[in-house]
């Protein structure tokens, strides 16, 4: 088994370098990198930024902790390949104090105390003051502790001493760590300490250790003596790596890229695995990986060995001692989600948050189709299904509302106008059922013959009473749904409104509008429907003119408010178009002073301050 510690100085920073560049996804990236505990120091983003490939890599289960305030800035990770081992246990910061919700029970914090600014012996700061919690120390998104039960693991990013405003603050997380470790010891616990920790023990691990300027001073800053003690052969720890390769000059894993100085190894070596005396025996291997490129430090990885044999002769095997995975436990692929069937992984464990669990409504879920639509809702009348409810809220569009419309069981009627003595006065009342010929749901043509050569009539369901809705938009609507009956390319339901004020009081059925009309009289209704006959034939439409050729001279009178707002709203767009386009577009080269001609760009090759800057030169 491998453990390996990076720091990548940036979690956007480590596709832009080959080979990461040509992988796929972040599952792959951990595939490359070949460890099954992978730790990241200094992520720079936040929870709201990290996208579920990141969080949730396929086998890989994914611990994370970002600072409370500071966006893009430090943030550490911990992968662990659930194929291997899962974590027993496993908290954020190293003062207990930073806490999910809710907060972790007993039997979910790793340890039963916890380090305190009272037992503490902190660094005052410039003005003399002690912190007396050690919440702001915790709060910056530095340390993961997860539990292995063989080991306890520490992912650690430790503060930097580029500032010396901080170095009050740098050494007390020193002290916080030392604490917190020291517990864990006096609790019987194996500990493995790795990370970034920004400090070098001993001249051999920086570039500048042996000159003769710094060879005296080296360990006169205070936190260098404090890491050259904690690993000392008196110390808790041991610098597992160094251990293995004692005399090895320019093992050094951060360069500044600023001065190319990774190409001339003129580095420091500040990222450590540091594990106690107990676990010496596990340890296979360990060294530093200085060709892998992708951030400002290198990776260091330790190798862990199967299986040990003890005093006594008995074979003890590493998995046997570290907690596996269920066996009904399946990832589902790479970009998988796992449910409630997932297996039992710590709280804060990414997998368990809520907007990678499905528990929480994905924005996309607000955008997809609701419901049945118009034409299916009509088909499924036409076919004669009975609903599943009684009322089924179907959202109708009307123009700018959405109108509720209660669906009725719907039964097939012969038309009387198809048997023999019924007579057109007969037909003109209404249908035996009580509905006018006119109240007919069209399907492509006005009475359309069934194949048994009867006529069906549905009777269209009532509508509700709607107040507050725009009669404007209902009567363009219903008048190009008339428009479209009379030339045979309905299949839609004509809706009229009633009245012509600002509100409508109420939607009436065409029933209820005939019942209060009297009928027309026989010879005159024999004439409209003669004359509607020959102009369907004729393509005439109601003033005799040529349907095609109103089309061509403009829209209907219904339509006019329609057409003016598509227009209005067109060229709006056009002047927002306009607007953005000469703001975005490239800037103009000045023009020379003395030639008044257009001058040009050139840019600086030459290596210096200057490198890269622009500036423009007369033309001539």
């Not at 693991?153 to 020193?174: E, P, Q, T």
């Not at 020291?182 to 970034?196: F, M, Y």
């Not at 890229?257 to 296979?284: H, M, Q």
């Not at 622009?614 to 001539?620: G, K, L, M, P």
Request: proline share 7%; aromatic share 6%.
């Amino acid at each position: 088994m491998r453990i390996l510690t990076w720091n990548i100085n940036g979690i956007g920073t480590l596709p832009k370098y080959h080979p990461w560049n040509t992988l796929k996804n972040c599952e792959a990236i951990l595939d490359e990198i070949a460890a099954d505990i992978v730790c990241f120091q200094e992520l720079k983003t936040s929870r709201r930024a990290l996208d579920a490939p990141t969080a949730v890599p396929g086998k890989y289960d994914g611990y994370f902790s970002f600072p409370a305030a500071k966006g893009g800035y430090s943030g550490v990770a911990v992968y662990t390949n659930s194929n291997t081992l899962t974590a027993h246990k496993a908290e954020e910061g190293l003062s207990g104090l930073i806490q999910p919700k809710p907060p972790l029970s007993a039997d979910e914090r790793i340890s039963s105390t916890y380090p305190t600014a009272e037992t503490m012996d902190l660094m005052a700061d410039d003005a003399g003051e002690v912190l007396n919690s050690l919440s702001d120390l915790d709060k910056e998104g530095r340390a993961l502790v997860l539990d292995f039960g063989l080991f306890v693991l520490v992912n650690v990013y430790c503060v930097a001493d580029s500032a010396d405003v901080r170095y009050h603050f740098k050494m007390n997380y020193y002290y916080m760590l030392q604490e917190r470790v020291r517990i864990l010891l006096s609790e019987g616990r194996e500990v493995i300490v790795l990370g970034d920790l920004n400090s070098c023990p001993a001249p051999i691990d920086h570039c500048e250790g042996n000159l003769l300027k710094y060879r005296d001073t080296f360990l006169d800053s205070p936190h260098r003596t404090w890491l050259k003690d904690w690993i000392s052969e008196t110390g808790p720890l041991v610098d597992i790596v160094r251990e293995r390769w004692p005399e090895r000059d320019g093992m050094y894993t951060c360069w500044n890229t600023k001065i190319s100085a990774r190409e001339s190894n003129y580095g420091c070596r500040i990222d450590f695995i540091l594990i106690t005396p107990g676990l010496r025996r596990w340890v296979k291997h360990g060294d530093i990986q200085a060709s892998v490129k992708g951030s400002d430090h290198c990776p260091v990885y330790i190798d862990l060995h199967d299986s040990i044999t003890d005093e006594t002769g008995r074979e003890i095997t590493l998995a046997s001692l570290l907690c596996r995975p269920s066996a009904n436990h399946n990832h589902q692929g790479s970009n998988s989600v796992p449910g409630s069937e997932m297996r039992e992984t710590p709280r804060i464990c990414a997998r368990q948050w809520d907007e990678f669990s499905t528990k929480q409504t994905l924005l996309s879920a607000f955008f997809t189709k609701r419901g049945p639509s118009s034409s299916s809702l009509i088909s499924a009348m036409m076919s004669n299904e009975e609903p599943e409810s009684s009322v089924l809220s179907q959202g109708s569009s009307l123009g700018n509302i959405k109108v509720q419309t209660p669906v009725t069981p719907v039964s097939a009627v012969p038309s009387s106008s198809t048997k023999k003595g019924v007579t057109p006065a007969e037909e003109a009342k209404g249908t035996p059922n009580g509905t006018s010929s006119s109240q007919r749901y069209t399907n492509g043509e006005e009475g359309k013959e069934m194949e048994d050569g009867s006529h069906f009539n549905v009777q269209p369901p009532p509508l509700p009473e709607t107040t507050g809705v725009n009669t404007s938009a209902m009567e363009s609507v219903t008048s190009r749904e008339r428009d479209q009956d009379e030339t045979g390319q309905g299949g839609t339901i004509a809706v009229k409104p009633v009245g012509h004020g600002g509100s409508l009081g109420g939607l009436r059925s065409d029933q209820e509008q005939q019942q209060k009309a009297p009928p027309p009289p026989l010879k005159e209704q024999q004439q409209q429907q003669s004359t509607k006959k020959r102009k369907a034939g004729s393509g005439l439409d109601d003033s005799g003119q040529f349907k095609k050729q109103r089309k061509e001279k403009g829209p209907a009178r219904s339509d006019l408010s329609s057409s003016s707002q598509l227009s209005c709203t067109t060229s709006a767009r056009t002047e927002s178009k306009e607007g953005w386009s000469a703001l975005l577009q490239p800037l103009q080269a000045p023009k020379c002073i003395v030639h008044g001609e257009p001058t040009k760009l050139f840019t600086v090759n030459k290596p210096g301050p200057n490198k890269g800057k622009t500036f423009y030169v007369c033309s001539r």
